[in-house]
């Protein structure tokens, strides 16, 4: 897995909050406030976010403005613009709206699967491998991710089989994909469960792992960040100030705060090409177009340590 | 390392949510309220608890009822009472009170050593040797644990020499405590620096290695109890709900959450011999005892996963 990461970073921090943190609220964030977070992100050094789904503006009207969003973050220079699909009518729009990578939710288990995207697991998989010819046909140089939803333990089903994950992650890359992690999606995972299944994904699947996307909803989300990387992930979804949560797992926290996770790396000498005192600053573009949206994030309250020091300039001292 | 827990469990999760919990507060618990907290923590299955400081009440008049408490708490069969003391005199007290084990703290930064205990670490250290003196003679049952203060990093002098808190550990030890740990006072340390830091104190101390005592400033202290485990570690300090702090440590958030904390252990199938529907349970009485204290717990929020299998049952399966 040799990974080069932009601004020579050792790990890639995917900023999902603009996705992931804003779907699941009742509020909607006006474009031009979005397009503001997304320039103060992207000034802050992060290289890869996902701008929005593309999926129909009457189930998810937060995700309303998904081409407007695509056109301009395809503007700032060296930015991989991803867009969640749900199906092969939101990746050929995806597609359409020039968007640099896509993500697929594929669920571990049936009950998640019905309730998110309507098709079983092996259904969405075939769906998949239709996005793959698509994308072979209209989009050649767009990658293909497609993550396991419910990976560690699904709201509805309790339990989910690491072999059905394992099983499905092979298959989703014998369709095609470019590289299929696991989504905490629930925040049932723990850090032993996270190394063990990760490590047993790389033994299937090699260097076409993909992230860690871990919820916090028993804040546990960085310490199964740092089992995962100690497995050997170098791809983290994390969302700015903790936003998010599935609309389809009931109680669902937002996920690891992007925040916390950047100074969790760089306070250990792991490299993100991400400047956190900017990336605190971005907070203001969340607390302006979301006025009413309680945020969390500890590293904001307590602010940085006195002395603190970050990955890269460790290495000049 | 062959530690014998109670309960057979694996790690011991030490309760300071009494002390460390409560003493940075500006409300006061009232004593029958803490009574009944701490006899539900008991319940839950906790068998260690720091329920007091022994200080001059006029500077901290949350521990004013120490005496009072130490009492209560010894009439729980098989609990270990435990009290912090800053000095000789508060030992004295201590010793009289009928406490089961005391912790002592012993700064790593001069400038916070000076703030909390008046002396420099040196001068700590013999203080703490005149303490085991007075406990050879009036109580020679009594453990003595002395953990090392902002041994990751100090809000006043910033950068913390990793030397002198080994040197310090060192001397506590040839001084005749029992144990002695690492507290990251600020909530400084990260999962690398924890690991390192405890990995060589193991080496230096052996057996005689304490607790770690992370607090949550960063959100780290989760993965920080993680890498501390992975370094041999198998007491942990937490406060139930996340209450805590140092006086003397501005901008101190709370420790590690005890419900958190425990559900990441259990989840992982190392057992800490605690009932947690019934640890969640208990956060009632801080509700009760403090209706104006903001508390927070994310295991609390969510609510145990569907399935949720403790590490003993698992063993059963």
Redesign the interface.
């Known amino acids: 897995m040799a990974h080069h990461f932009p601004n020579g970073a050792d790990v890639l921090v995917s900023e999902c909050g603009p996705r992931d943190g804003l779907q699941i609220l009742s509020e909607t964030m006006a474009t031009h406030h979005k397009l503001r977070w997304i320039d103060a992100l992207y000034d802050a050094g992060l290289r890869e976010i996902e701008v929005c789904s593309f999926v129909p503006a009457r189930l998810m009207p937060q995700m309303a403005d998904a081409v407007e969003v695509v056109a301009h973050a395809r503007t700032l220079p060296g930015l991989t613009v991803l867009a969640l699909v749900p199906n092969l009518r939101g990746a050929r729009a995806a597609f359409e709206a020039g968007a640099d990578k896509i993500t697929i939710p594929v669920s571990g288990s049936m009950a998640h699967s019905m309730a998110n995207v309507r098709k079983t697991p092996d259904e969405q998989v075939a769906e998949v491998a239709r996005i793959v010819e698509l994308r072979n046909e209209l989009a050649p140089r767009v990658p293909i991710e497609a993550n396991i939803s419910v990976a560690f333990?699904?709201?509805?089903?309790?339990?989910v089989s690491e072999d059905e994950v394992i099983r499905l992650a092979v298959a989703l890359v014998a369709a095609g994909v470019d590289d299929s992690g696991l989504s905490d999606t629930?925040?049932?995972a723990?850090?032993?469960?996270t190394k063990r299944l990760f490590t047993r994904l790389i033994g299937e699947i090699g260097d076409k792992v993909g992230g860690a996307h871990m919820h916090?909803?028993?804040?546990?989300a960085?310490?199964n960040?740092?089992?995962a990387y100690e497995a050997g992930v170098r791809i983290f979804d994390s969302s700015a100030c903790g936003l998010g949560g599935c609309p389809h797992a009931p109680?669902a926290?937002g996920n690891a705060?992007t925040e916390?996770l950047v100074?969790?790396f760089e306070?250990?000498?792991i490299s993100t090409g991400i400047d956190l005192a900017k990336l605190l600053a971005a907070r203001e573009h969340i607390v302006t177009g979301l006025p009413d949206v309680p945020l969390y994030?500890?590293?904001w309250?307590?602010?940085l340590?006195?002395?603190f020091v970050a990955a890269k300039e460790a290495r000049h001292v």
């Open positions: 333990g699904c709201t509805m089903e309790g339990r629930t925040g049932y723990n850090p032993a469960q916090n909803n028993r804040g546990l960085l310490a960040c740092l089992a109680g926290a705060v916390d100074f969790m306070s250990m000498g994030g500890m590293t309250d307590s602010g340590p006195k002395g």
